[in-house]
Every structure is written in C-alpha cells, then in structure tokens.
C-alpha cells in the first residue's frame, strides 16, 4: 500500500483527471484526502467520490484557495498562460513545506519561486497523455528549494500514472519534445498509414484494424523482446524482400532530418512561452 500525505490537483483537464485517477486506486492511501479544482459545477460534481472533495471556481471563487490549505502536495495542471495568476492567488494560502509541482508547458522553477514564499519548494512535471491509461512517460526536475525528499515524493505520485524519469531542469523543454509531443507523431503515423491503407481499398475500418493493430503490436513486442527497435526491424527486413524495399524508400525521406527539425521546432515554441 503506497501512501501520500494530502493531495490539492488545481485543474481537472486531462492530465489532471489522469493524476486522479492514478492517485484513487484501490492500492493507495491519501491521507487527508484529496482536493481537486476546475471550473465548473457540472465538471467538479462528477469528480466527487469517497477522499475526494471537488470545487468549483465559477461556484466558489475562493476554491483554489480552499484546495490548498493544508495540502502537503499542490499540482498545478491548468494552462500555461494561467500559471502566473495562480501562484499569485494560491501563494499566501501554502502551508510552508508544501510541494507545488507544475505540469505546464513553458513555466520555469524561477518563474514559480519569484512568486511563492521561501518555504515552499517547486518541481516541473512533464508527462504525456498516455498518463489516462497509466503509460506515461513523466519528466521531472527539482527546483532550488526542493529537497531529495520532495523529488522522491512527487516521482512516486507520478509513478501512479507511469515511469519517471529524472532530468535537470534545462533538460525538460527538450525532454517534452520527445516524450511530451511524442504521442501526436505517433498518431500522425498512425493517421498517415491508415490513409494509405484506405487509398489501397481498404475500408476505413478494416484500415484501422491493420494499422492501429499493428503499431500496438509491434510496441509490444518491443517491450517484451529487450531487443533495440533496429533490431527488430531487421527481423522484419528480409533481404531483397518486399519490406527492404519499402524501407529504402522511407530511408530516402530523412525521417531522420524530419525528426530533428520538428523536435527542434518545439523546442523553440518551449522556449518562447518561457519567455512570455
């Protein structure tokens, strides 16, 4: 049984319902229980369940501050441009002591620690979507004031959704265009090869079949085989063989060029929301 001291979540998009939901399962304890925030009535009535206490701010404007008081862990998983004003309106309601760990996009440790008091430690998150299905690959970084224990703390309640993997903070921007963008070129693929399929006179079902099927697959094989990605590909790869030669032409597109560009690319979008 693994256990948390009190959890406020402060936004129940996506990301933060997936850490909710890592959070209630059956083999953990919160004790103090588990506050959760978003805007609506309608939303925050059906996150409402046994050690979890939901608000919402169109209803209560002092929600947030309600959510955090006396919480040891505050997840901050609302958008980036929201941040900023809610480190100003959460800030005087910490408990010393408590972690704020943000999952936004662009927001620096220095950013949160010019605005919340001395006593509260911060940490970035960067987890992916497949956190809903408990899949995620979640990057986190220690700020200035953190301890080891607070990064173990919060590595622990991201391991709820996922695995974990520690970076300092100059690498998280550039860790979120691998693993944090990661799933949309993995759809993208998806989607791609399935129109090709569907352009061969597949149906569109039976091309979603093919397609999703097999990339399902063969990531599971991956996992299960302790075999590099190259490797496996060879196996598929049979000399002067129809997958050799489909190969060579996606040899003759760069993939690999692509790749650099459009992870660089995000990177430069990273940088300009750290800006502001």
Do not use: C, H, W
Not at 21 to 33: C, E, Y
Not at 135 to 153: F, K, P, Q
Not at 155 to 160: N, Q, S, W, Y
Not at 217 to 242: D, F, H, I, M, N
């Amino acid at each position: 049984m693994d256990t948390f001291p009190a959890v406020a979540i402060l936004g129940a998009g996506s990301m933060g319902g997936a850490i909710l939901s890592g959070l209630s399962d059956p083999g953990i304890t919160v004790t103090g229980g588990i506050r959760v925030t978003n805007r609506t009535e309608a939303k925050a009535s059906s996150l409402r369940s046994a050690g979890v206490t939901s608000l919402a701010t169109q209803s209560d404007p002092r929600a947030n501050l309600a959510a955090v008081t006396g919480a040891r862990i505050v997840l901050l998983a609302v958008k980036p441009a929201m941040i900023p004003d809610l480190l100003l309106e959460i800030a005087d309601a910490l408990e010393p002591g408590a972690i704020v760990v943000s999952v936004a996009a662009g927001v620096t440790v220095a950013t949160m620690e010019a605005v919340l008091p001395a006593s509260v430690s911060v940490l970035r998150a960067m987890p992916n979507t497949p956190a809903i299905v408990g899949r995620a690959v979640t990057g986190l970084s220690a700020g200035t004031r953190s301890s080891s224990d607070d990064l173990e703390l919060v590595r622990r309640l991201f391991e709820t959704v996922g695995t974990v993997v520690v970076v300092p903070e100059d690498r998280i921007d550039a860790l979120s265009t691998i693993s944090g963008s990661g799933p949309a070129y993995v759809f993208y693929l998806i989607e791609q090869l399935t129109a090709t399929a569907v352009s061969m006179g597949f149906s569109d079902a039976d091309a979603a079949t093919l397609v999703n099927t097999t990339f399902l697959g063969a990531s599971e094989l991956l996992a299960a085989s302790g075999s590099a990605p190259g490797e496996l590909r060879r196996q598929v790869t049979s000399p002067k063989g129809t997958t050799e030669r489909a190969i060579a032409e996606l040899e003759k597109a760069d993939l690999k060029a692509v790749f650099d560009r459009a992870t660089a690319a995000a990177l430069a979008r990273a940088r300009e929301l750290a800006a502001g």
